[in-house]
């Protein structure tokens, strides 16, 4: 594509995010779901017993060490509830890069859920986040339904990016894809990757149909997350290539149904979900070392991440990436080296790393912003995903106490991943 110039994308969701009359993004959501039929405080014990993954990664082990306190993640999704008990005071002001009410009230439910997956307290019912230390900075964009309704900013996308970059955010969550490159979003990504922010985003839910790499996923600076099963193995939908850097859980985890948020859903939440779960393993992981740059946490990601004995050193699979997400692997066994703080671990080209000196600065607004809680309410996720725990995965050089769970993730990943046909294939560079 020309400068300047966008295409129409194709939808690979649930949900799509379009920008105006140009284009549309599609958000990387769950597909099936199911409706658990009550009000959250009505069901908390239910639904929280349902984030099996928390214990898979034993969040209770590495909350001794950190919660992600001092970590901002910038989420460019539907918005957020802040009206949500879970989520009174873990919300920042953030953008509406939509450009309509100027709010960042969720009109959806995806970006809450996401929202609460990483910095959720669990009150009144709601999910637990597993960075609950963490802050959210909200960067509100347009879903295909939303723009049938209201004249959006066309490179709202971009434009959220940008704003995140200028944030206090060190970490930029994106659980949206899209099948064409953007000329307008890729300079986004550039300038926030320039600013030593760490990007993630979904490789989208299309592995089992077209397979399209897909955007900001595919681009050389973002780290794209596929999506992992509690077996360790990658989900059927999860798109697949050498943009897959790293996996994390995502299937049989609650969601908000839809925008009265009067419910939680059953089923696979995406890439989306396992998006939001690597963003806030970063937090961890950023939390735990205030002084690392964004190439120094996700390097010790990838060196930490759970994956099987035949794993060969050096090797990435085009399914998993680098494994699982394993923060309590890198937080309390000190598994994987952070390295050169200026050398980027996905080009393995140096790097510009303005802006990192200010990882886990204090933000320059703390306030909550929960002024907002009257706002339309949210629902639920959708793409088909499943997902794993990386702290049950076991690594080659790791045999302690995850071994239980991480034959399985370890193990099982590798049948999983061979059987697919590009299992350890080495890491391409990739070009937008």
């Given at each position: 594509m020309t400068a300047g110039m966008s295409q129409v994308r194709k939808r690979s969701g649930a949900?799509?995010?379009?920008?105006?009359?140009?284009?549309?993004?599609?958000?990387?959501?769950?597909?099936?779901?199911?409706?658990v039929g009550v009000a959250p405080?009505?069901?908390?014990?239910?639904?929280?017993?349902k984030q099996w993954y928390l214990d898979a990664m034993r969040a209770e082990e590495i909350w001794k060490s950190t919660t992600g306190e001092g970590i901002k993640i910038a989420l460019i999704d539907t918005g957020v509830n802040v009206s949500i008990p879970s989520l009174k005071g873990q919300v920042l002001k953030g953008l509406d890069a939509t450009e309509t009410d100027g709010t960042t009230d969720d009109y959806d439910?995806?970006?809450?859920?996401?929202?609460?997956?990483?910095?959720?307290?669990?009150?009144?019912?709601?999910?637990?986040g597993l960075a609950?230390?963490?802050?959210?900075?909200?960067?509100?964009?347009?879903?295909?339904?939303?723009?049938?309704?209201?004249?959006?900013?066309?490179?709202?996308n971009a434009n959220a990016i940008r704003e995140a970059a200028d944030s206090d955010a060190e970490i930029i969550s994106m659980s949206f894809t899209g099948e064409f490159l953007s000329s307008q979003e890729n300079?986004?990504?550039?300038?926030?990757?320039?600013?030593?922010?760490?990007?993630?985003a979904g490789v989208g839910n299309t592995g089992n149909k077209d397979n399209k790499p897909g955007?900001?996923?595919?681009?050389?600076?973002?780290?794209?997350?596929?999506?992992?099963?509690?077996?360790?193995?990658?989900?059927?939908?999860?798109?697949?290539?050498?943009?897959?850097?790293?996996?994390?859980?995502?299937?049989?985890?609650?969601?908000?149904?839809?925008?009265?948020?009067?419910?939680?859903?059953?089923?696979?939440?995406?890439?989306?979900?396992a998006t939001a779960l690597a963003s806030a393993s970063a937090a961890l992981i950023w939390s735990a070392n205030p002084d690392w740059t964004a190439n120094q946490v996700l390097r010790v990601m990838f060196e930490s991440a759970g994956r099987g004995d035949d794993w060969?050193?050096?090797?990435?699979?085009?399914?998993?990436?680098?494994?699982?997400?394993?923060?309590?692997?890198?937080?309390?066994?000190?598994?994987?080296?952070?390295?050169?703080?200026?050398?980027?671990p996905l080009t393995n080209e140096r790097t510009t790393a303005e802006g990192s000196d200010d990882a886990g600065a204090p933000s320059k607004d703390t306030s909550p912003d929960d002024s907002d809680s009257s706002s339309p309410k949210p629902g639920a996720d959708g793409?088909?995903?499943?997902?794993t725990d990386t702290d049950t995965a076991n690594a080659a050089e790791d045999t302690g106490d995850d071994s239980q769970l991480g034959l399985i993730l370890g193990g099982v990943a590798v049948v999983a991943v061979l059987a697919g046909g590009a299992f350890a294939v080495a890491r391409k560079r990739r070009s937008a």
């Open positions: 949900y799509g995010f379009r920008r105006g009359p140009l284009f549309a993004v599609a958000m990387v959501g769950a597909a099936a779901m199911v409706m405080a009505a069901v908390a014990e239910d639904t929280q017993s439910g995806h970006g809450t859920t996401l929202a609460e997956l990483m910095v959720g307290t669990g009150a009144g019912g709601g999910l637990k609950p230390g963490a802050k959210i900075i909200p960067m509100r964009m347009a879903n295909e339904e939303f723009e049938k309704k209201h004249e959006s900013k066309t490179f709202d300079e986004a990504v550039k300038y926030a990757h320039g600013k030593g922010k760490l990007l993630f955007y900001p996923a595919n681009y050389p600076e973002v780290v794209g997350v596929a999506a992992s099963d509690r077996d360790g193995q990658v989900a059927d939908y999860s798109q697949h290539g050498d943009f897959v850097d790293i996996a994390a859980p995502a299937n049989d985890i609650p969601r908000w149904c839809d925008e009265t948020f009067t419910k939680y859903c059953d089923g696979d939440g995406g890439t989306s979900t060969k050193p050096g090797t990435v699979s085009n399914y998993l990436g680098h494994g699982i997400v394993r923060p309590n692997a890198a937080i309390n066994r000190g598994i994987g080296k952070p390295g050169d703080a200026d050398v980027s793409a088909k995903d499943t997902g």
